[in-house]
């Protein structure tokens, strides 16, 4: 392997992992403004409850913030695939080199061996000297086999 097909292997693993943070970015800002926006309800001309209207725009703010813990807790969720993947393909590459060496190892360290033929038990004929085995006769299995009871 050379070393071009390893940056190809770096480059898709840092894809996974920019895409993987911004999968959690996405989800947490989402999440901040959705949070934002339930807890803005108490800022409409509507909403008779029993706050000081002052007081309202701490429920945004503590909206925003639920939003975003909830956010983030799904976006890592959603990542962690991507994730995952991402460290497959750095692992693959990892494995990919060290099997090259072990591979090279093996080559230098190899000594030519003479050819061994195949052990043969002695009184074993050779496969090709057996005879094929004969077909049964039809008339030996199935329905021919079966005698007709003795009519009396």
Same mark, same amino acid.
């Given at each position: 392997?050379?070393?071009?097909?390893?940056?190809?292997?770096?480059?898709?693993?840092?894809?996974?992992? /920019?895409? $993987?943070?911004?999968? #959690?970015?996405?989800?947490? +800002?989402? !999440?901040? &403004? %959705? *949070?934002?926006? @339930? =807890?803005?309800?108490?800022?409409?001309?509507?909403?008779?409850?029993?706050?000081?209207? /002052?007081? $309202?725009?701490?429920? #945004?703010?503590?909206?925003? +913030?639920? !939003?975003? &813990? %909830? *956010?983030?807790? @799904? =976006?890592?969720?959603?990542?962690?695939?991507?994730?995952?993947?991402?460290?497959?393909?750095?692992?693959?590459?990892?494995?990919?080199?060290?099997?090259?060496?072990?591979?090279?190892?093996?080559?230098?360290?190899?000594?030519?061996?003479?050819?061994?033929?195949?052990?043969?038990?002695?009184?074993?004929?050779?496969?090709?000297?057996?005879?094929?085995?004969?077909?049964?006769?039809?008339?030996?299995?199935?329905?021919?086999?079966?005698?007709?009871?003795?009519?009396?």
């Amino acid at each position: 392997m050379d070393e071009r097909d390893a940056a190809v292997f770096h480059r898709y693993a840092e894809y996974l992992w /920019r895409r $993987a943070g911004g999968i #959690v970015l996405r989800w947490t +800002v989402g !999440g901040a &403004v %959705l *949070g934002g926006i @339930l =807890g803005s309800v108490m800022l409409t001309s509507w909403a008779n409850w029993p706050l000081h209207h /002052r007081h $309202a725009y701490l429920l #945004v703010v503590l909206g925003a +913030v639920a !939003g975003c &813990v %909830l *956010g983030r807790s @799904l =976006g890592t969720t959603r990542a962690m695939g991507l994730r995952l993947q991402a460290e497959l393909a750095q692992h693959q590459l990892q494995f990919e080199r060290s099997t090259l060496a072990r591979a090279a190892e093996v080559e230098e360290t190899k000594t030519p061996v003479a050819a061994v033929p195949p052990y043969v038990p002695a009184g074993v004929p050779p496969v090709s000297a057996a005879a094929p085995a004969a077909e049964p006769a039809a008339e030996s299995y199935g329905w021919a086999a079966i005698e007709p009871a003795a009519s009396a």
